[in-house]
Structure formats: C-alpha cells, structure tokens
C-alpha cells in the first residue's frame, strides 16, 4: 500500500529554465521528431485532482511547459477536481464539526465524463485501482505495442506497482516517484561489532539489530532505531508499523473495529516493548537535547535531526532525505562540533511472508487516458513525452523526487550509498477499501482512532494489559462507530483530522520551504 499519509515535499523547480535551453533536436527525440509547425492549435485537457493558485503553475512548470515549446500548437488547460485553496480556506457551517471534504474520486469522474471531459488524467497510486476497475481509463499496453514504447529500464517499484493495481494491465505511466529506505549510521554498527542491516531485512531482524547497538545512558544515549525521521509519540509509530503491516482499524464500511486480535497486540507489545527498553527516542530525551542546547547558548542547526547527529543507529525516512544528508556534509566544517555521519541505505524492513514489498513507495503523478477523451492521441503524446528517456534525463537533476527510469537513477551530488534500496520492492498490495470515504463520511471516526492513542498510552506506563487495552478500544470504538459519540451529543463529531493525514497536492510554498 502507498502510504499517502505524508504530506509532499518539493524542491525548488528548475524545468522551464532547462527547456529553454534545449535544442530543437534533442525535443524531437523525445517525441519522435514530428514537426507541428504547419498543424492547427489543439487543445488539451488535463484533469488534475488538485487544482489552486499555486498549483496549476507547478503543474506547468513541472510538465507541460517543455511540451509546448515543442509543439507551440498545442494549448493545455489544466483543470482541478477540486479547488485547494476553496478546502483551504472554507468555514464549517456548525461549530466543533469539521468543513464537509469532497470525494476525489466523484470530483475527478465529473470531469472526465462531463460536456467537455478531460483528456488526460493525473491521479494518486490509492485510486488508480478504482478508476481501472470502473472502466473510467485507457488501457495503454495497446499504445506501448504499437509504438514500442520501451519500458524495459522502468524501476520495477513503479512499473510492477502500477501493474498490481491494474490487474497486470498498464492504465498509466508516472515519470517520477518517492520511496522510503532504512538510513543507517556505519560507524555505530562497527563501534559495537555488529553487522549492519541488509535489503530486505525483516522488522524483527531490524528490531533485534537495534537492540544490539542501543548504549549509553541520559543525554548521551545513542538509540537502536527510530521510525521516521522526526520524533513522534508511540502511538504514531504503532499505526506506521500497523500499516507497514497492513493491518486494519475497522471494516470496509468503517462499522467494526478490527483492533482486537493477535496481530494488533503483537504490534502494541512491540512498540510499547522499544520504548520500554529505550531502543527508540522519547519525547523526554528530546526535551534534554534542547535543555542542553539551551544551556550552551546556541540553537539547533539540525531541527530535532537525531539521525545526523548519530543518536540513532537506523532511521526509516524518504529518498529525498539524501539531499538533506548532503547539505549537512556540504556545511559541516561550518557547524560547531559537528562530525558529519558515514551512512548508507537498505530497503526498508519487510514481512516474512512478503519480503519483496513494503516501503512508503509514492506515485502521486501517475497519468492516465480517460476512456472519454476527445483527444486520446494527443493525449497519448503527452503522456509518451513525459515519460521518455531525454525527460528522465533532465529530470533526474531534481534532488527531490526520482525518475522512473533506473538509467539516469543515479545518486545524488556524487555521492556513493546504495540507491537500489529505494527500488527494489515492490509497493504494497494496493487496498480495495476507500479510507478516504469513511473519513469523509463518518468525521467521528477519528474519535474512534484517538481512543487507540488513549489505550496504548496505558499499555506504555504499564496501568493496563495489551489485550484488555485492545478489548476497550474495540468496545469504545464501536459505540463511536455506530454514531454513540464520547465528546457530548451530536452522534459523530469528532476531532479534527490531523493535518499530516490530510492527502493534498503540495502548494509552491511547501515546495520553497522543503528546500
């Protein structure tokens, strides 16, 4: 599964200055060489499910605007699904009650089979399946044959992905992706004498590695593992290594919690167990770290970072992290008694039962053919355009995202670590179950979640047993389920959704403040 629980990050974007120094030529064997010089201006209509002030222009920037220098005839209206800055800045008409959501879904079938459908669509990895199975997109293996199309180097994390959630069928391409790896810090393996981690590792291997290299004590203890870069409570380590597990909450209509089993409690003794123990960070180590920086008159150049200042061994964090690990090699001599960490990366950890899949694996620029569209053949251009191999190569300058196509996979600023890991397994099996739909539909059932926040804070401070914790949360869960709310009357308002959960395009602020 595509966790889509993140919100993107951008780099500053540099392909409209790049297209206009490209050479007539070097267009055209991206496209074929064809010349539009004597054709009459089409139009193309592109569906985005995010549409904004400040999206649209990256859009352009990102993709369309090295098409339209090359074929100057071809004019682009992008259109949103829904309006980002109408969600962002809409009141709720009841108070307490979160703004009514859209349903991305319905928003995009609207204009792809209104009066004036869109032509080509750009959708997230969590519901590509959905329009696949409503028959809503070309299926493009068809156009690949007939034009041999080479997808033979695609990174088999995007390629197979996209495949698994089309029933071994390719109903889109996606020119570029973000991953997740295990970052893991050398030299404190080799100070404790154990060997460090390898691909397709699995989570109680990875466990028992940190249990291994974990020392010290106070402020200066160096921790096992930690399961996102920023330290988090424990509970949001429990639902990251549920997920990576692909357990569930509740049932495919949200109306039965499903936290009352053998597999739930082996992730809360787990969790509850590193922390326990002391193998992952606490919030109150972090309080000493700037009680220490505090006292010594300076600030913190790392933000929190304890990856970068060698207080974790291991660290599950996305690919764009290495351009952030090369900033702090790059201004190391500059940074008060810094030593810059010798690092590299493996996949992240895996299930015994399915070692070649896992991983935070992002492809929220997968672009489709609506099987309505009244250019399906411009349509098809475009997408061959962006996903051929003269735009993987300017592409792949980007430190943020990577390219699909592994020959100009290549690691970033020269640097040597082990980029595979970021390709090597497969995304999840994609879930059949709209999640978005029951959040959109029962708001309450965030309340229901936050019960679970409630029951492991006591499995941890050890008050109450993992089962019995479980056994309330099931029990409370349900009654909040079915519309027996615990914040008053109301039957379902809950609280609010938190930010980090909210699946949105990322605006050119974030984009600028990423960097």
């Given at each position: 599964m595509i966790n889509p629980s993140k919100q993107?990050?951008?780099?500053?974007?540099?392909?409209?200055?790049?297209?206009?120094?490209?050479?007539?030529?070097?267009?055209?064997?991206?496209?074929?060489?064809?010349?539009?010089?004597?054709?009459?201006?089409?139009?193309?209509?592109?569906?985005?499910?995010?549409?904004?002030?400040?999206?649209?222009?990256?859009?352009?920037?990102?993709?369309?605007?090295?098409?339209?220098?090359?074929?100057?005839?071809?004019?682009?209206?992008?259109?949103?699904?829904?309006?980002?800055?109408?969600?962002?800045?809409?009141?709720?008409?009841?108070?307490?009650?979160?703004?009514?959501?859209?349903?991305?879904?319905?928003?995009?079938?609207?204009?792809?089979?209104?009066?004036?459908?869109?032509?080509?669509?750009v959708i997230d990895y969590n519901l590509l399946r959905r329009f696949t199975q409503d028959n809503l997109l070309k299926p493009l293996d068809p156009l690949i044959a007939k034009d041999k199309f080479d997808l033979s180097d695609y990174v088999p994390t995007v390629i197979e992905g996209i495949k698994a959630a089309g029933d071994n069928s390719i109903y889109a391409l996606t020119p570029t992706f973000t991953s997740s790896a295990l970052y893991y810090n050398k030299k404190l393996f080799a100070d404790k004498g154990v060997e460090p981690p390898t691909d397709k590792m699995s989570w109680n291997d990875v466990f028992a590695k940190a249990r291994q290299v974990a020392n010290g004590e106070g402020v200066d203890r160096t921790f096992g593992f930690s399961f996102n870069r920023w330290n988090s409570d424990g509970f949001n380590d429990v639902q990251n290594y549920s997920t990576a597990l692909q357990l569930r909450t509740w049932d495919d209509k949200g109306e039965k919690m499903l936290v009352?089993?053998?597999?739930?409690?082996?992730?809360?003794?787990?969790?509850?167990?590193?922390?326990?123990?002391?193998?992952?960070?606490?919030?109150?180590?972090?309080?000493?770290?700037?009680?220490?920086?505090?006292?010594?008159?300076?600030?913190?150049?790392?933000?929190?970072?304890?990856?970068?200042?060698?207080?974790?061994?291991?660290?599950?964090?996305?690919?764009?992290?290495?351009?952030?690990?090369?900033?702090?090699?790059?201004?190391?001599?500059?940074?008060?008694?810094?030593?810059?960490?010798?690092?590299?990366?493996?996949?992240?950890?895996?299930?015994?039962?399915?070692?070649?899949?896992?991983?935070?694996?992002?492809?929220?620029?997968?672009?489709?053919?609506?099987?309505?569209?009244?250019?399906?053949?411009?349509?098809?251009?475009?997408?061959?355009?962006?996903?051929?191999?003269?735009?993987?190569?300017?592409k792949s300058r980007s430190n943020y995202e990577l390219v699909a196509r592994k020959e100009f996979l290549k690691p970033v600023g020269g640097m040597t670590y082990n980029i595979d890991a970021f390709t090597l397994l497969k995304p999840l099996p994609p879930s059949s179950v709209n999640e978005e739909a029951i959040y959109r539909e029962k708001p309450g059932i965030w309340e229901a979640r936050q019960i679970g926040y409630e029951m492991f804070q006591k499995v941890l401070d050890g008050t109450m047993e993992t089962k019995a914790a479980l056994a309330e949360w099931e029990t409370r869960g349900n009654a909040i389920l079915a519309g027996k709310s615990e914040m008053g009357e109301g039957g379902g308002v809950g609280i609010p959704r938190p930010l980090d959960d909210v699946k949105v395009e990322a605006t050119v602020e974030e984009a600028v403040v990423a960097e």
């Open positions: 993107s990050r951008f780099s500053r974007w540099t392909m409209l200055g790049m297209s206009l120094t490209l050479t007539a030529g070097m267009l055209s064997a991206c496209s074929g060489g064809n010349d539009p010089s004597g054709a009459e201006t089409s139009v193309l209509r592109i569906g985005v499910l995010y549409g904004g002030s400040d999206n649209e222009p990256y859009f352009r920037q990102q993709y369309t605007d090295m098409f339209e220098f090359q074929y100057p005839n071809v004019a682009f209206e992008i259109v949103g699904a829904i309006n980002y800055d109408n969600q962002r800045f809409t009141q709720s008409s009841e108070p307490g009650k979160p703004a009514d959501q859209p349903d991305p879904y319905e928003e995009m079938k609207k204009l792809m089979e209104g009066q004036n459908p869109v032509d080509v669509v009352n089993s053998d597999q739930w409690a082996e992730v809360f003794d787990t969790v509850s167990g590193l922390y326990k123990e002391k193998i992952v960070p606490d919030q109150e180590f972090i309080n000493q770290m700037y009680e220490k920086i505090a006292q010594g008159g300076g600030n913190d150049p790392f933000y929190g970072d304890l990856f970068v200042q060698g207080k974790v061994a291991m660290m599950i964090s996305e690919s764009y992290y290495v351009s952030e690990l090369k900033k702090f090699s790059d201004n190391a001599a500059s940074i008060k008694d810094f030593e810059m960490v010798d690092w590299d990366v493996v996949t992240v950890p895996t299930h015994p039962t399915n070692v070649d899949s896992g991983g935070n694996i992002n492809l929220s620029q997968l672009m489709a053919i609506n099987t309505k569209a009244q250019n399906p053949d411009g349509a098809w251009d475009f997408i061959k355009f962006s996903n051929s191999r003269d735009w993987a190569k300017l």
